[in-house]
């Protein structure tokens, strides 16, 4: 099947950092990624949808300059958590479609950010 | 609001055991609704359904949707440790196939030996 590579799978930084993470489709052009957040014990919560060559559509209550996300390419989204604060402390995770169709959905093997 | 709840949030078996979980919905535009598997990191699809009353089965994992009652079911028969997994139900929004999903808080398992 299709393969969406995240990367770093993990992270640990100091409060006040700003962190970045790369979500990769590595055998498909993705024109729309999505981002996902998820706190211990809940759901995926969606975050942004990437658009190739475009801004990203944010998610009510998604800070956009907090959570800046760069769709340069079709095969690469990036999400960067700026001044990051133990609060944005979670998982997250990034998917892409393969084609039209939700069931052509794929995830990346997410990031865990702990901020200090 | 959109909507997605599942239930229960968590259950413990032992192998050999049914379990039968529960996602309902209150979506506008509905078209479809899916299941995943989520082991560890990324979520593994297992479903999709479209249909009500049509049962999509692979191997002991089942699935049924109830478009009138706004509810599907996931059925794991004969559970192994290996099922242990948190089982997600998500919906799309929006017209089209954007991808763009609301996922219900999930179902955490936990089958003993």
């Known amino acids: 099947g299709a393969v969406v590579s995240q990367h770093p799978s993990w992270v640990i930084c100091k409060s006040g950092t700003s962190v970045k993470i790369e979500c990769r489709s590595l055998?498909?052009?993705?024109?729309?990624m999505f981002w996902y957040r998820q706190f211990p014990k809940q759901s995926l919560m969606l975050m942004a949808t990437?658009?190739?060559?475009?801004?990203?559509?944010?998610e009510q209550g998604v800070e956009k300059d907090k959570f800046l996300i760069n769709h340069a390419s079709l095969t690469l989204s990036t999400l960067t958590v700026t001044s990051a604060h133990p609060e944005d402390s979670s998982f997250y995770i990034c998917?892409?479609?393969?084609?039209?169709?939700?069931?052509?959905?794929?995830f990346g093997s997410g990031t865990q950010l702990s901020v200090l | 609001e959109d909507k997605v709840v599942q239930s229960p949030l968590s259950l413990v078996v032992h192998e050999g055991d049914t379990v039968t979980l529960n996602c309902s919905y209150e979506?506008?535009?509905?078209?479809?609704l899916l299941w995943y598997k989520q082991e560890k990191k990324a979520p593994t699809f297992l479903f999709m359904l479209?249909?009500?009353?049509i049962e999509k089965k692979s191997g002991r994992l089942s699935s049924i949707l109830d478009k009138k009652e706004l509810f599907s079911i996931l059925n794991i028969t004969a559970t192994q440790t290996g099922d242990s997994a948190i089982y997600l139900c998500?919906?799309?929004?929006?017209?089209?196939?954007?991808?763009?999903?609301?996922f219900g808080q999930g179902t955490t398992l936990q089958v003993k030996p």
């Open positions: 998917s892409a479609t393969l084609s039209t169709g939700v069931e052509k959905l794929f």
């Open positions: 055998d498909f052009q993705a024109t729309t």
């Open positions: 990437s658009n190739e060559g475009s801004k990203a559509t944010y």
């Open positions: 979506v506008t535009n509905f078209r479809s």
């Open positions: 479209t249909s009500s009353g």
């Open positions: 998500a919906v799309p929004l929006g017209s089209g196939n954007t991808g763009k999903l609301i």
